[in-house]
């Protein structure tokens, strides 16, 4: 705890929405007699009175929207969408938030070569590393304020229920707020995550720029904010015991199904690509079909192949971006960039539907039949096309040590309907737990969304569902802490087994 008030720590005593929270930096780690409760010590009975503050949680969602606030979609003030893309200037705003609030609660924060934020509670051990909850603070450029924003502000929420309620834990427990998670603005999703696992170099990652039209670097934007971190970004330098991560379900799977919470068990595989198609510009009044070069026209031709060819191979193919030059209405376009995204649960699926995409597209580019897909279409003269593989993401399975501690810790807020009320569930997207679980025990809870809807301003998961998705979380954290203590876990990390 810092010796003198921070500018952070007069923010929060002069707003009202948090003033009544100073007690809790005393709370946590007072020297007063007062009992104190101890995971390791604690029977079910009170391990489950511990409960998180709807409201309290709410307000933080609601309150840092403020920063990147997006498209109106409702009448209510908090009706509005998200665009805070990563190491913007709203997203610093809410990094400086994230830094008060923490440090505000007694934790030590420790900002990385990534931007990558942690903030770190003491236990009453030090001798292993902290058990992680995190997620992300920035969206999408048309998101919504649930993705990512829920699964942070839900880890403060657990560090004021542990404030407030005077627990110690075993072990250090902490929030991280990982950057880039969305890959919307530098365009590998998940990257820092990455590069503190050790699965992407930081030279790859610092360089990336900024998608169309800008021209900044992840690592410019970093040192713009005052959030290029001197710790190296690398699970070595800031290990972690496990990681936790809420999130909205992003599908309709949980709300179709009237079921509260997913219990993920792992996430499918996913890749990107940039592919380039290469014609002629011509005009549009004076050259006929048979002597164009179209690169759009080829292009529309693969998106739409893409489509069939994941119907077929019960995947899934996307494509989100598309550039055109010289973008003019009287001239076929001789240059086209698009982005696919292909996924499906298992590596092997991937495997064959990019072998399927790499020599359907080269047909479809030098002017051959595939599928049918140019009926009724007046051949022209080929194209070229080429491919920029951006970003692998292979299938995850989650540790069975944390998936057992979500799954207690559903049955602990759920009651006897807990059965009916959870869902083991596989992650259709991809989450920064996908590269902590290749270093540690990590597992995911799932609420529902809103008509599935996500990645866009109308994401909708309602108070109760985040309140219950954060009990889990807070529950879940515990549940590990006291495992650790007791040395109930199956995974070595190099640290003696439960350390």
């Not at 250090?172 to 603005?185: F, H, L, Q």
């Not at 309709?252 to 199904?257: F, G």
Request: charged share 20%.
């Amino acid at each position: 705890m810092a010796s003198k008030t921070s500018e952070g720590e007069l923010m929060y005593a002069t707003d009202p929405i948090f003033s009544r929270r100073f007690d809790a930096l005393e709370r946590a780690f007072s020297s007063s007699p007062r009992w104190q409760l101890h995971t390791k010590e604690m029977n079910e009975e009170t391990l489950s009175s511990l409960k998180v503050n709807q409201s309290r949680l709410m307000e933080d969602i609601h309150f840092t929207s403020q920063w990147g606030e997006g498209q109106k979609w409702g009448s209510a003030s908090t009706e509005t969408g998200m665009s805070r893309l990563s190491l913007s200037d709203a997203d610093k705003k809410a990094r400086d938030w994230f830094v008060q609030a923490t440090q505000a609660l007694g934790c030590n924060t420790t900002i990385d070569e990534m931007g990558n934020i942690f903030a770190v509670r003491p236990g009453i051990r030090n001798d292993g590393p902290p058990t992680f909850v995190g997620s992300h603070l920035d969206t999408q450029p048309t998101g919504g304020r649930y993705d990512g924003i829920l699964g942070v502000t839900a880890g403060v929420e657990m560090l004021r229920v542990l404030a407030d309620n005077w627990v110690e834990t075993e072990y250090p427990v902490g929030v991280v707020n990982w950057t880039n998670e969305e890959g919307a603005r530098f365009p590998i999703s998940m990257v820092s995550s990455g590069v503190w696992s050790g699965h992407i170099p930081l030279s790859t990652a610092h360089s990336l720029r900024e998608v169309h039209p800008g021209t900044a670097t992840l690592s410019s934007e970093l040192s713009r904010i005052g959030y290029l971190g001197t710790v190296p970004a690398s699970h070595n330098a800031v290990p972690m015991a496990a990681h936790f991560e809420l999130h909205i379900e992003q599908g309709p799977l949980l709300e179709s199904t009237s079921r509260k919470i997913g219990i993920v068990k792992g996430v499918q595989a996913y890749r990107w690509y940039t592919v380039t198609v290469t014609g002629q510009d011509c005009h549009t009044g004076t050259t006929d079909f048979e002597n164009r070069a179209d690169a759009l026209l080829a292009a529309a031709k693969m998106i739409l192949h893409s489509h069939r060819l994941a119907t077929a191979r019960g995947a899934l193919a996307s494509t989100g971006i598309l550039n055109l030059k010289p973008g003019s209405t009287n001239t076929v376009p001789g240059s086209v960039r698009f982005s696919l995204d292909i996924r499906a649960p298992a590596d092997s699926t991937v495997d064959m539907l990019e072998a399927d995409v790499l020599a359907d597209f080269a047909r479809i580019a030098a002017g051959e039949e595939v599928d049918g897909i140019s009926d009724g279409c007046t051949p022209g003269r080929p194209c070229e096309v080429s491919f920029t593989t951006d970003s692998v993401s292979p299938a995850v399975k989650f540790h069975p040590d944390c998936i057992h501690a979500v799954t207690e810790a559903a049955g602990s807020a759920l009651g006897p309907e807990a059965e009916k009320l959870t869902m083991e569930m596989v992650s259709g997207a991809g989450h920064d737990s996908v590269y902590t679980s290749k270093r540690v025990p990590t597992s995911m809870i799932f609420v529902p969304c809103r008509d599935g809807i996500s990645h866009n301003p109308r994401e909708y998961t309602s108070p109760e569902d985040c309140a219950l998705g954060a009990q889990v979380l807070l529950q879940a954290v515990l549940r590990y802490d006291r495992m650790r203590a007791e040395r109930r876990l199956t995974w070595n990390t190099g640290w003696q087994v439960g350390a």
